[in-house]
């Protein structure tokens, strides 16, 4: 028998453009859908929360400002030799601090990224907190530990800080060292919690010869992400025509990967523009210009997962010393014309492009910041639930509260977590000499600044 073949009136052009509405509405779900399962992207500023001047109390005004600011991330320089004073024996004054900080961030929406630096004592031949760990595991141990304990509340652990610098990690062969000491710090974070990254490089200036070294001794396949430091000297972050530029970097760093057969995504652990009386420093009004625009461009760049501008808050307030301008804040919290400008790249979508510059506006002052106690010497302590997110105040206006003048609030400070390794290495090896006598003068007159801080006769830690 046969049958007639069905027919099917054409539907009218209204229902088919209604169709075909559902139809890509549906697909846009879709892709938001996977997206939101994908890697996220970082975005953050640095901030040394756990130094021995920094007490409790302007721990807990730090994560406010960021919280502020609206980033999703802070880096944290966490002192190894601090921490775990003896083999196995973390310091419960250091431990309560970091606890604290890890809290308090993740209460306000905010993950760590950690970098575990500074050799204790124990773990090497010379003593020095910057001499490479006589045994690597020791390394990774410790890694393992910091992964096992604080797990969700990272987004990153970070090895060292800019090895590729004169005196920031002393090894006979560097190259070889390092890698051999990433790749346990890899293995001991993996062993702690498989789903943080792990990043390694923190290099200083994008210093294509010291990664390619890393490449030649192995080092590829330890690591979730290569972090760099592509500071521009003062130069705007767009601009490559100069020596160490801020774009430049990132994009020839990320070239080298690829000629590597390395996929993994860049991170920008550190960048910024110090202002201040020193030789070549930027204006305030050119830091802030600089900071909403090098986001910009990150923003742009799909391999870059994650960035933490450099810094939150200045941690001493020498005009002439580069080291202490970098900051959004001022020492007393004061802010720059650049905490407006972080909060305005913060409200930018990667890829879109940034509102008109928003630091010379007068944003209301921040709230209270009131918080809960936390546990130990470093209460950051949570917002409580309810409480208004604090807004960018306007430049020249104190952030939330009062700084205290304690350390701790334990009474103990530590040596080992008070020195930041400041940028040094170069793209040519000629440059490079010429730039690191300069650079060496700098971090030893503020380590030394730091160490005569510090008290030399710690008092025995109370057991853990």
């Known amino acids: 028998m046969l049958h007639r073949p069905r027919t099917f009136a054409l539907l009218p052009p209204t229902y088919l453009k209604l169709v075909c509405a559902l139809v890509c509405a549906f697909v846009l779900l879709f892709v938001a859908a996977v997206a939101a399962e994908a890697d996220p992207q970082y975005r953050g500023a640095q901030v040394h929360s756990l130094w021995p001047t920094v007490s409790s109390a302007e721990m807990t005004q730090e ?6 600011a609206g ?7 966490v002192g190894w030799a601090t921490m775990e004073y003896a083999q196995g024996k973390e310091s419960p004054e250091y431990l309560a601090k970091l606890d604290a900080l890890a809290a308090g961030a993740q209460a306000r929406g905010i993950k760590l990224i950690a970098t575990l630096w500074q050799t204790p004592s124990w773990a090497s031949a010379g003593g020095a907190w910057n001499d490479a760990p006589s045994d690597p595991a020791t390394y990774g ?4 530990f910091i992964t096992g304990r604080y797990g969700s509340e990272l987004a990153a652990v970070e090895a060292w800080n800019e090895p590729n610098v004169d005196d920031n990690l002393i090894a006979s062969n560097l190259p070889a060292t390092y890698t051999q000491m990433v790749k346990s710090f890899y293995t001991g974070a993996k062993e702690g919690d498989p789903n943080v990254a792990v990043l390694a490089g923190a290099l200083s200036y994008a210093d294509v010869p010291f990664l390619q070294s890393l490449y030649a001794n192995g080092i590829k396949g330890y690591y979730d992400g290569i972090s760099v430091h592509p500071y521009a000297d003062g130069a705007a972050p767009a601009d490559t025509a100069v020596t160490h530029s801020f774009l430049g970097g990132i994009e020839s760093l990320h070239a080298a990967q690829l000629a590597a057969g390395d996929n993994t995504p860049e991170w920008v652990t550190e960048f910024g523009w110090p202002t201040g009386s020193s030789a070549g420093a930027n204006t305030e009004q050119q830091q802030a210009e600089y900071t909403e625009q090098a986001f910009a461009l990150i923003d742009d760049l799909s391999y870059v997962e994650g960035a933490t501008v450099y810094e939150l808050r ?8 580069p080291e202490d301008n970098f900051g959004m804040l001022r020492q007393n919290f004061t802010p720059t014309p650049a905490y407006a400008a972080l909060k ?3 409200q930018v979508a990667p890829g879109a492009a940034p509102p008109p510059s928003s630091f010379q506006s007068g944003a209301p002052e921040t709230g209270s910041g009131r918080s809960e106690s936390g546990t130990g010497s470093g209460s950051a302590g949570a917002p409580e639930a309810g409480a208004p997110v604090p807004e960018a105040p306007e430049a020249g206006t104190q952030v939330s509260g009062t700084p205290s003048e304690s350390s701790t609030g334990s009474g103990e400070t530590t040596l080992g977590s008070s020195s930041k390794g400041v940028t040094g290495a170069h793209h ?4 490079r000499s010429q730039s690191r006598a300069r650079i060496a003068s700098i971090k030893s007159r503020r380590l030394r600044r730091h160490i005569r801080r510090a008290v030399v006769r710690r008092r025995s830690p109370r057991p853990s």
């Open 63 to 68: 994560l406010n400002a960021l919280q502020g």
């Open 71 to 77: 980033v999703n991330v802070l880096r944290v320089d």
């Open 141 to 144: 141990a410790f890694a393992r």
């Open 314 to 321: 200045d941690m001493e307030t020498n005009a002439s010393d």
């Open 344 to 346: 305005a790249a913060m």
């Open 428 to 431: 040519s090896q000629a440059s």
